[in-house]
């Protein structure tokens, strides 16, 4: 994840001395990643990349908590600024809708009624910052939502509240329901997305992602439903990749924002439109929190922090850390609460406050480990090489696949009706009607544990037959090893890693006779549709003194072979290999049917 921040906003939540390429030096080095630091007229843009388990830093706030705790250890002054805090509410309000909230969906949902709003332009400060942040403005309304959502990391939600009809209820969609969303796309949803309906029955928002159409505030708007809350993160990452919106408000969501920072965004939200839409509080605030954040204690004792750090550094020093963090004696700050669970995450925080590059560096004073993986990468690459020379395309398929065949294990979170089942073969991915290859994992089930993952080579689309085995026997020569393959039709399957185990790229030596060889050629007629492959093998398991039996002419059904008789002991004649050509046209003509073209000499 990225966020641009101008510095003009930064200054607004810390007050320090450090200049802008300090700030991002001293950031690099001991928190988020500055990647670049731009002059914008009077202005610096710093672009900063957030790590996915930060979600609390993306927003000013969230950085500038980072650069308080941090500048300090270089010598420069920080000090975060609390936002201003405004509420204005009649104790004698009510709220006008019925809200109904499902609230394992949805933990936490505050809202709150403003009347009387103008919309208009925003003013200069507001459009410059987000501007400068990347993000489009567009009336004062909307971009309230967005200055709120950069500057506190929680994503906020504005409806025409005179569009909506007496009630809200968010639940899940049913599958075939259709939303219209503000930027003019029309949805039928899978199912299984949090939505949120009114008393007409119309869906009004697709809850962290898009509003509806039918509610979205527009130039008319006289009264706002302001409202922000948390979402179930799983729910809002399968809508969002299913439906291909990645929103920043959908990112956000789906890495779980801190819950605790729902009221005091709201709060801002009721100033923000008073001061810039001429806005008026109309209701009591409503908050539906049924289970509140439960602050937890993670510690790490001190000679855990000095063996990891390999330092010496106190109790005290520590401390000092931790708290400029948020962490006050143990007690993890909400906006950390999913990100710090073991002793070694505070271990964690400690090194990098500290600074990773203070740390002793020492080079290894023992040999690199050589326990090489067992996998030959090298002949894997190899095979290939072979496979592409031999007129074949290497491809690539989803482990992923969308029927249930035999055996293979069912996705639970599945993210689409194509990609449901955990492919224990490589035959259903492999359609295609040209000449390819794929060696992938297939996956096959255990009872009790994870699935074993097995490597397989296919070699697809082949039509006729006798290509495919010719391509099978190649490759197995190439490897010296006796054919190992299942054949369909088409395809022809290999389980890869027993072959890769047995397989060796060079042949055994095999020292050279000091007799000369015979040397003859045999013509036999094959029936048709019969495989040469096995042909050439028995010719060639009849005796130890065939050398070698080759295809070398074909004439209609006539084929002729060209075999060598070799002793590494003795000379051979005609008379000594005689009874070997009896049996090779026995042999033939019980597994083949062949018959022999003449006579035997």
């Known amino acids: 994840m990225n966020i641009s921040i101008p510095h003009s906003w930064l200054k607004e939540f810390l007050t320090t001395d450090a200049a802008p390429a300090k700030i991002a030096e001293c950031l690099s080095l001991c928190g988020p990643s500055v990647e670049k630091l731009t002059k914008a007229g009077d202005d610096w843009i710093y672009e900063i990349e957030v790590t996915t388990n930060r979600v609390d830093m993306m927003s000013v706030l969230g950085i500038c908590r ?41 933990p936490r949902f505050a809202a709150v009624i403003i009347a009387n709003v103008i919309t208009k332009p925003s003013p200069f400060k507001i459009k410059d910052r987000l501007e400068k942040s990347g993000i489009r403005t567009l009336n004062n309304v909307v971009d309230i939502s967005n200055y709120l959502m950069r500057a506190y990391g929680q994503p906020v939600h504005t409806f025409d509240f005179d569009k909506i009809k007496s009630t809200m ?55 706002v439903l302001l409202f922000v809350q948390t979402y179930s993160a799983k729910h809002i990452r399968r809508s969002s990749m299913i439906l291909g919106q990645r929103s920043e408000a959908a990112q956000i969501f789906e890495k779980q924002p801190d819950p605790e920072a729902v009221m005091p965004v709201l709060i801002q939200g009721i100033q923000l439109f008073k001061e810039l839409a001429g806005g008026t509080q109309a209701s009591r605030i409503i908050d539906l929190y049924p289970k509140p954040y439960q602050s937890k204690i993670i510690t790490a004792p001190l000679q855990l922090i000095k063996e990891r750090l390999g ?8 401390d000092n850390i931790l ?10 700050p909400s906006w950390r609460a999913k990100d710090i669970n073991i002793p070694e995450d505070i271990v964690e925080e400690v090194a990098r406050i500290y600074g990773y590059h203070k740390l002793p560096s020492q080079i290894m004073a023992t040999p690199i480990p050589t326990n090489y993986p ?5 002949l894997e690459q190899q095979i290939k090489h072979w496979l592409v020379g031999m007129g074949l395309t290497e491809i690539y398929t989803n482990s992923l696949v969308s029927q249930n065949f035999p055996g293979q294990l069912k996705i639970k979170n599945a993210l689409s009706a194509d990609w449901q089942y955990l492919r224990n073969s490589l035959v259903p991915s492999h359609t295609q009607r040209f000449a390819a290859f794929e060696i992938a994992n297939v996956y096959l089930p255990r009872p009790g544990q994870l699935p074993e993952e097995r490597q397989q080579l296919i070699i697809s689309g082949l ?53 000369p060889p015979i040397i003859e050629d045999l013509t036999f007629t094959i029936p048709s ?39 590494q002991t003795k000379q ?18 019980i597994k083949a049917r062949a018959t022999l073209v003449g006579d035997l000499r």
């Open 66 to 106: 980072e650069a308080a705790a941090i500048l300090p250890r270089f010598g420069f002054k920080a000090k975060l600024n609390s936002p201003t805090k405004t509420v204005f509410v009649g104790s004698n309000q009510t709220f006008p809708l019925k809200i109904v909230v499902d609230h394992q969906l949805c």
């Open 169 to 223: 209820v968010l639940r899940l969609s049913r599958k075939g329901e259709s939303l219209t969303t503000l930027d003019g796309k029309t949805f039928t949803l899978p199912g299984g997305d949090i939505v949120i309906e009114d008393d007409s029955k119309r869906l009004i928002d697709l809850c962290g992602i898009m509003g509806g159409a039918n509610s979205a505030v527009d130039n008319n708007t006289k009264n």
């Open 311 to 318: 330092v010496e550094i106190s109790q005290n020093e520590v």
């Open 323 to 332: 708290k400029s963090l948020g962490f006050d004696h143990g007690l993890v």
């Open 374 to 378: 067992e996998t030959n990468f090298y």
């Open 463 to 515: 039509a006729d037959f006798t290509k495919l085995k010719g391509i099978v026997d190649a490759l197995f020569a190439k490897l010296h090893l006796p054919v190992e393959a299942e054949f369909t039709a088409t395809n022809a399957v290999i389980d890869l890693a027993p072959i890769i185990k047995k397989a060796r790229i060079y042949p055994q030596y095999q020292p050279l006779s000091a007799y």
């Open 529 to 567: 549709k019969t495989f040469i492959g096995p042909v050439i093998k028995t010719i060639k398991q009849t005796d130890p003194l065939v050398a070698s039996a080759t295809l070398t002419k074909t004439y209609g059904q006539n084929f002729t072979f060209t075999i060598t008789y070799q002793s």
């Open 572 to 589: 051979l004649s005609n008379e000594s290999i005689a009874p070997i050509r009896k049996k090779i046209v026995a042999a033939l003509k």
